[in-house]
């Protein structure tokens, strides 16, 4: 079937395919470049070269020579460099999914396209033994400090501020305790890696684990030193803990494969459960004993 005789929408669908190729093949391509690992490199480049091939089977098709989407080159490019190499591609290759879904349409009137698809498919297989990222293989001390952090901080700036109802002292309470809870946790999971048998360096663990805990600590004791409200940097502090298990669990399910929403909602459910616990706590406190600063 040529190209002149397919509906208006099958026209722009492929069109969009041809692009979708061309641009790919020079994200991969610019990657390939960028990176010092040889056989990254070489997949990379293989893959590249498949996209290059695609992009000339709708080139045929339409006769038509498509110029890529810069501005979609640049920005993986940019977020591969910056966030992984991994979490760059697969966040594209979700992107991909629904360009396999217009293959699967047009697949009827052009068989050809059956062999786009199983490119495609072997794209995500090959992509998962792609890359060995360090920082990747030490998710879990990561998770592990993150979530320890807004489970305990979260709660025990709540308990505070009613407690203490003083901004600067309560950023001064949690930082304390923030910090010292990061360096147990650290020790902790130096101790925990080291006693089990596996690849991972119980520094490297422990190093991993105190860095997420320390910056979560952080972020969330930050609007306590920007307002005189205790109240209003209560809310903030709890819309940055949302923030932080937003973002981070986006980062894991896309680099790691993994159920976005319901690890995202059980983080926050526990978080602000135990938030609003310690909050009754605090309220208690300073009712019961008295406590006034």
């Not at 460099?81 to 966040?91: A, D, E, V, Y």
């Not at 047009?106 to 033994?129: F, G, S, Y």
């Not at 709660?155 to 009613?162: D, H, K, Q, R």
Request: glycine share 6%; with cysteine.
């Amino acid at each position: 079937m040529g190209f002149m005789e397919l509906t208006h929408r099958q026209k722009e669908a492929i069109l969009m395919a041809q692009k979708n190729e061309i641009t790919e093949y020079h994200i991969y391509t610019k990657l390939s470049a960028s990176i010092k690992d040889q056989h990254n490199r070489e997949v990379l480049a293989e893959i590249a070269n498949e996209e290059l091939a695609h992009y000339r089977f709708w080139q045929r098709i339409t006769q038509q020579n498509i110029k890529p989407n810069r501005w979609k080159v640049w920005l993986y490019f940019i977020i591969s460099r910056i966030f992984g190499l991994t979490f760059g591609i697969k966040l594209m290759e979700k992107g991909e999914r629904r360009a396999e879904e217009v293959y699967a349409k047009l697949a009827d009137t052009m068989p050809e396209i059956h062999k786009i698809i199983q490119d495609e498919d072997r794209h995500e297989k090959k992509l998962v033994d792609l890359i060995n990222e360090e920082h990747l293989n030490y998710v879990g001390s990561m998770v592990l400090g993150l979530n320890d952090a807004l489970v305990e901080l979260t709660g025990t700036l709540a308990g505070l501020t009613f407690a203490l109802q003083n901004t600067r002292l309560i950023a001064l309470s949690g930082f304390i305790t923030g910090i010292a809870a990061s360096f147990s946790m650290a020790a902790s999971e130096y101790l925990s890696t080291k006693s089990q048998e596996g690849d991972q360096s119980p520094i490297k663990a422990a190093t991993y684990t105190g860095i997420a805990y320390i910056f979560t600590v952080l972020f969330l004791i930050f609007p306590y030193l920007l307002f005189g409200h205790y109240f209003l940097c209560l809310c903030l502090t709890v819309i940055n803990a949302v923030l932080v298990i937003l973002i981070f669990n986006f980062y894991v399910s896309v680099a790691k494969d993994l159920d976005f929403k319901r690890r995202f909602l059980e983080m926050v459910s526990i978080s602000l459960g135990v938030a609003a616990l310690s909050f009754v706590i605090g309220f208690l406190v300073r009712v019961f004993l008295g406590v006034e600063v």
